[in-house]
């Protein structure tokens, strides 16, 4: 075993890239001609963003998307050549970021668009920008109802290449899909004005993971794929139509073994004991990894193949598990994400056990965890 290996914590993600390419391959599958732009912000939804975009590239990913200049900034850094388009607003200092790194702009207002084109006009280069149309997001960019204005202003930047258009759904995760297809229209309709002035369109895109899984007619020349790209769906409404995998599972190991006699309270505030004498054992995690504290009596984790609760509050860096009259011993291997046997857990289950949404649980899985990279 190398040095590293031996240092390695007792607590780890593996990252499937086998499993990586099969999503994207049945995504691309699935949303036939259209370009896939997979999202990877947010560290790769915990997947780890270096990897996983060299990763995507290798497997022919026409371009990717994140949510920050920074994370542009890592993905250049770590060798990545594909486009990359930050789809998060940015503020007039983080420009020239964008013009160094060769990132796509986004570009939410009129006034933006000025301050890029200004940027890239004292350089003497060209801005690659996609404008951002508010559909019924109302998070960034300009409101479907005064679109004109702005694809007129786009036109009149000299030093402004408009390679894109593209909008946000809000709902389309959900089981009563007539939001979605509202936006949907509305976002037809401002692309309408190229129509009108015979100007060609610029690339088009709305469908993120609820839209490529139930709304086809939004797939147009771009999808987006984020939390479904990593074998999850956005929420428990959502038709299965992608047979996707997961690609993370998250283990930890038993640190320590005791017995715990009735009555006696464990962990902070002594919110569980037990009823009759019991085996308890301890997991080197906590909520500092990103395993919540609200999942503290709530919780299941797998070890030798059978499920146990997670009992008492879950501590920064500990949490204790009860195996009753189970076995277990220091090393054996403890799934919190993932199958063991005929069971497994899932960052859905997870999700429901703590009251949030699994993008939260596979996002918050702090740094501090190694990420192992498996084909």
């Known amino acids: 075993m190398t040095l590293l290996g031996e240092m390695m914590r007792p607590t780890w993600c593996e990252i499937d890239l086998g499993a990586l390419g099969r999503n994207f391959d049945v995504i691309k599958k699935r949303v036939s001609n259209s370009m896939v732009m997979p999202v990877i912000k947010a560290d790769a939804y915990g997947h780890g963003i270096q990897k996983i975009g060299m990763h995507l590239e290798r497997l022919g990913a026409d371009r990717l998307a994140v949510a920050y200049v920074e994370e542009g900034v890592v993905l250049r850094e770590a060798g990545v050549t594909i486009p990359i388009h930050v789809m998060g607003g940015a503020i007039k200092r983080q420009i020239p970021l964008f013009l160094d790194y060769d990132l796509i702009f986004t570009a939410p207002s009129i006034d933006k668009l000025e301050q890029i084109n200004a940027a890239a006009k004292a350089r003497g280069q060209k801005a690659v920008v996609h404008l951002k149309i508010d559909t019924g997001m109302e998070r960034i960019g300009v409101h479907h109802y005064n679109a004109e204005s702005f694809l007129t202003a786009s036109l009149n930047c000299e030093s402004i290449i408009v390679e894109g258009i593209f909008s946000h759904f809000a709902r389309a995760d959900e089981t009563n899909l007539s939001s979605a297809l509202l936006q949907l229209e509305r976002f037809h309709q401002v692309l309408e004005f190229y129509d009108k002035k015979n100007l060609p369109t610029p690339l088009r895109h709305i469908a993120n993971s609820g839209g490529i899984a139930q709304i086809p007619d939004a797939n147009l020349d771009i999808v987006r794929p984020g939390i479904l790209m990593f074998g999850v769906y956005p929420s428990p409404e959502t038709q299965r139509t992608v047979a996707v995998e997961p690609v993370l599972s998250w283990h930890s190991e038993v640190i320590y073994f005791k017995v715990v006699e009735a009555g006696n309270p464990v962990s902070y505030g002594g919110t569980w004991q037990p009823r009759e004498q019991t085996r308890v054992v301890t997991l080197p995690v906590g909520y500092a990894d990103g395993y919540r504290r609200d999942l503290s009596n709530r919780?299941?984790?797998?070890?030798?193949?059978?499920?146990?609760?997670?009992?008492?509050?879950?501590?920064?860096?500990?949490?204790?598990?009860?195996?009753?009259?189970?076995?277990?011993?220091?090393?054996?291997?403890?799934?919190?994400?993932?199958?063991?046997?005929?069971h497994s857990i899932s960052a859905e289950d997870l999700a429901e056990w703590s009251g949030t949404i699994p993008y939260e649980v596979l996002a918050s899985i702090s740094s501090r965890v190694p990420r192992v990279y498996v084909d």
């Open 299 to 342: 919780a299941e984790v797998l070890v030798r193949g059978r499920r146990y609760p997670v009992v008492g509050r879950v501590c920064m860096d500990q949490t204790m598990v009860d195996i009753g009259t189970g076995t277990a011993y220091n090393g054996d291997a403890v799934t919190l994400i993932g199958s063991d046997g005929d």
